[in-house]
């Protein structure tokens, strides 16, 4: 499979805000400087669950610079976006996370903030706590929120999210071997460089927001409808921005108290988060606890597979809180059980692939379990057992994931390096492992304007952000390819709702696909308006515009799809693991910059080595703190840590999107976790079943 | 952070007299100090700054012995040519520390009397490191906690050059207000049975101006292992700082020093009296990770540490064979 070349489309390009970007030129939100404005910080819980008995502000408000204080007492806003089925205040009552904001101090200079922040006086009265999302649901568990620990659905029940196919007690009773295990994945951080800042500057009854944001749209928005005002009085500005990984979506707590600080003070407010805040008080990835079983013919074909998950969301529901992975297998009776639980751990939401990486490694390492023990070639069992059909019913629009598999098998040499497992001589034993990974790229809404002025320049309003994954140039590329001249020619206006219509935000990977084709649609209509009018002249201007919101495709789902093929070298006698070899094979449809879509392939395959090895908040279990939070202690993934990642992409043909494009940014942390706790079974013929493989995990299994 | 005011010394009398009026830290490389003010836990109303005194990051040979002032970055002490000739051990450990960044900035007398970096001290537990009564460690998540010399904290030394130093034999040279003194390493570190407060026996008024080294001698090797959580930017899960003289194949005499199992940089006198006079195979390697062990008392989280200490003894053990 490949697809047509095209002209500007398909060609490694350096990112338009590049040499900005790496000469310190790039003006981030942090480097916003608004005359006279003050400083914020925001004084949280030291408990896990605690009821606020009183709150004394009046030394704090005694001392000279500080401009306003807000808690509950004199600020009720609801922060709709940061709960999507309880009432979440800016300042809540119980806090219930270490973490949890109690009051936001604006003041002349960060260190007479910080002081306040410390002569606030909180009386706590210290409630139970419970961190582990299964012992939540016990009858004996402290309820969190009203009605209990299992959050409700979408609908208000408090029931898990079933999906049922076929006839699970069939296809359990039908099968040869019913294979039943356990794994679990524990809290991380989305660790983006970029910490939380947001400025808040009033004009009369206008509000500009220079925010750090993955969607300026969804953050005007939001912002207008918590603060009841209408939308045009919002602005939001975010030009350049140092990552988020899915921790930046719509607006967050801090925008809002930064308005509320500002309008009280009078004054524009820069409110700004630690690292550590940063890594406790925003949110990361929800832990899980997954049980399988998995039913097969003697052959290898699949009968049944059954998941009862547990997802810890901490106290608020911000996210899905899903474990995906199951439908990348063919198998005609299904049935996934998953509690979404709310606990007293950070909130747990969107983090790159939310439910995914977590999820393959689940499944991915109980297929490869199951390949063992059939002694099948975990790849043919992959070949034999890849879903064809999603959900075994709908045909995908365009599926790669065969030639991924093999393509990818071929690049890394999978049959010299897979063996039988645990075979090495030497203490330090070497082994391969492979997974699969897939991640929804649907099309729909999104905006765009494009230009055309009389010196024969092009101006592309898009309302990106550009998270790191240059949307900048991707949008560039789009317009220029469409439009049929070159990048150079093409001015992209982005990351500000007063220049820019709307775009569906830096989420899902849904910027290529959704404003991509907006911006395909705008310079088709550009071009019928030169066909129409000539080229503009002097001061004219022409102007396309477009809303585009495409059909979804009928009857098919679209996706995207990888596998990737990870080699380590154990040392059994120190527990160290180190990834030697690593290849990733992606179908993303038509690449628009093969430079930029294979650093994400990078990025995201580092990330879930990182999630695989050793990423964790970790907490103490008597007093639900957490321990690590930071790129010390939650031990990030360093220059040294990350192998050499050779991409490969496999361009199928798509007849939606711009150009044919899938999507990439998230699908590239799917398959990481677990193809690398394959190899490193392959390697000892132990399997660590829950993450991160530490050493300790390591040597213990070897024990 | 709590405002305070720099200080900048002329000279070392001038240091320690600054520090002796009172909540003053003293500050070299800064890498480490910074961050803890920043998390307030530290408040020093003076940071007395060592780095205004001259010569304080000099390396002087004085008859035979090896003299290296305190300020010493930790990145010039790896790349200097005799330390890594003679001194292996140190400039090895040296190396290992932290990333290019720290050890740029941080300093030799700073590593040696960093502050520990379990996570409950760091984290402003109210811990016995923190002016508490508890150590949240023992009955907590002590996966990366002492297995040696605990109680009652149980925090692991988290210098690198400390076990580097004691396994040279070093001496360290210390200024206070009633004059100089000169502390073996094997003495300067100090269990907290002694005092959970404290690592070392310097009072807050005291400055580890230097350290000497032994003459270098013909025969010596030496290297420092160290095991890390990632490649690199953390502590030492378990480290080993070994020196052994050697008459060609036949081991003179040894000095074995743990590093990241015990709250004082860990020597292993059983081990070392086993090698001496021995010739180094694998059994005795063996037998030798065997002997590291004994004593060990892990906690219900860090049990792994016992055979990976036993283990990268061995193994640094052949290395130098």
Known sequence: ?703 | MKTFTNANPKDIREAITLLSRGNASIVGGGSDLLGMVKERLMSPDVLVNLKSIRGLDKVETQSGKMKIGGLITLDALSHDAQIRKNYAVLAEAAESVGTPQIRNAGTLAGNVCQRPWCWYYRNGFPCLKNGGDKCFSASGENQLHAIFGGGPSYIVHPSDTAPALVALDAEFHVSGPSGDRVIPAGQFFQLPRVDAARENVLAPDDVLVAITLPAARPGVRSTYHKVLDREAWTHAVVSVAMVLEMDKQICRSARIVLGGVAPIPWRLPRVEAMLAGQRITPELAAKAGEAAIVGARPLAKNKYKVPLTQNVVKRTLLSLA
């Not at chain 1, 410390?118 to 409630?127: A, G, K």
């Open chain 1, 1 to 703: 499979m490949s697809v047509t070349p095209l002209k500007t489309v398909g060609h490694p390009t350096q990112r338009i805000d590049a040499v900005k970007r790496v000469t310190g030129t790039a003006t981030y939100t942090g480097d916003i400087q608004v005359p006279g404005m003050l400083y914020a910080r925001v004084l949280r819980s030291p408990h896990a669950h605690a009821r606020i008995r009183k709150i004394d502000t009046s030394k704090a408000q005694a001392l000279p610079g500080v401009k306003a204080i807000l808690t509950r007492e004199n600020c009720d806003i609801v922060w709709s976006s940061g709960d999507t089925r309880n009432k979440r205040y800016l300042f809540n009552n119980p806090v219930r996370f270490a973490g949890d904001a109690v009051a936001a101090i604006a003041a002349t200079d960060r260190h007479i903030a910080e002081e306040a922040m410390r002569q606030i006086e909180v009386d706590y009265e210290v409630l139970p706590f419970v961190l582990d999302p299964e012992h939540a649901l016990k009858s004996d568990a402290f309820a969190i929120q009203p009605g209990g620990n299992l959050s409700p659905n979408a609908k208000g029940q408090h029931e898990p999210d079933i999906f049922r196919h076929g006839d699970i007690d069939r296809g359990l009773t039908t099968a040869d071997r019913v294979f039943e295990d356990h794994y679990t994945s524990v809290h991380i951080n989305n660790a983006q460089l970029e910490m939380r800042v947001s400025i808040a500057q009033w004009d009369g009854d206008k509000l500009t927001v220079y925010a750090s944001t993955q969607g300026i749209s969804n953050c005007r928005t939001d912002i207008a409808k918590d603060l009841q005002m209408p939308l045009e009085k919002v602005r939001v500005v975010c030009q350049f921005m140092g990552g988020g990984f899915g921790n930046k979506n719509q607006c967050h707590d801090f925008d809002l108290m930064a308005a509320m600080l500002s309008k009280s003070a009078g004054l524009p407010v820069k409110l700004e988060f630690t690292r550590k805040e940063d890594y406790v008080a925003v949110h990361g990835r929800w832990p899980t606890k997954q049980y399988y079983k998995i039913g097969v013919a003697k052959d290898g074909t699949l009968t049944g597979i059954q998941l009862r998950g547990y997802s810890g969301m901490g106290p608020y529901r911000k996210g899905a809180g899903g474990i995906a992975g199951v439908e990348l297998y063919q198998c005609p009776n299904v049935e996934t059980t998953i509690y979404p639980v709310y606990t007293n751990m950070a909130v747990s939401a969107n983090l790159r692939g939310p439910a995914y990486p977590q999820g393959i490694f689940g499944i991915e390492s109980l297929m490869d379990h199951i390949a063992y023990e059939l002694k099948i070639d975990p790849l043919e069992f992959r070949l034999k057992n890849m879903t064809r059909k999603y959900h075994d019913e709908l045909p995908f629009t365009s599926n790669g994931l065969e030639d991924c598999i093999r393509r990818g098998a071929d690049a890394f040499e999978w049959k010299k390096r897979w063996h039988a497992a645990g075979v090495g001589a030497g203490p330090v034993k070497r082994g391969a492992g492979m997974a699969m990974g897939a991640f929804g790229s649907a099309v729909g809404r999104s905006s765009a304007v494009v230009k055309l002025d009389g010196s024969g320049k092009y101006h592309l309003h898009v309302g990106v952000t550009d998270v790191g994954t240059a949307a900048k140039t991707t949008m560039g590329l789009i317009a220029a390819e469409e439009l049929g001249v070159p990048l150079e020619k093409i001015e992209v206006i982005s990351g500000d709702t007063a220049l820019c219509p709307y775009s569906v935000g830096e989420s899902g990977s849904r910027t290529t696909t959704h404003t991509g084709y907006a911006v395909v649609q705008a310079a088709k209509d550009l071009k019928r308006q030169i066909a129409e009018k000539g080229l503009p002249q002097g001061s004219e201007v022409l102007t396309a515009s477009v809303n585009a919101d495409p059909a979804q495709p009928k009857d098919a789902a679209r996706y995207s799809f990888a596998a990737h093929f990870a080699e380590v070298e154990v040392d059994t006698e120190t527990g160290h693991v180190r990834v030697i070899k690593y290849v990733a094979a992606h179908d993303s449809g038509r690449i628009i910059n093969p430079l930029t879509c294979a650093s994400q392939v990078k990025g995201g395959a580092t990330m879930g080595i990182g999630m695989a090895l050793h990423e964790e908040l970790l907490y103490d279990r008597q007093t639900g703190v957490p321990l690590t939070a930071g790129y010390y202690g939650a031990r990030v993934m360093t220059h040294r840590d990350t192998p050499d990642v050779e991409v490969l992409f496999v361009e199928t043909e798509d007849a939606y999107g711009p150009f044919g494009a899938k999507s990439i940014g998230e699908s590239t942390i799917v398959p990481s976790v677990a193809a690398v706790g394959n190899a490193i079974f392959n390697a000892i013929g132990r399997r660590v079943k829950d993450l991160p493989i530490t050493r300790d995990k390591v040597l213990g299994v070897l024990a």
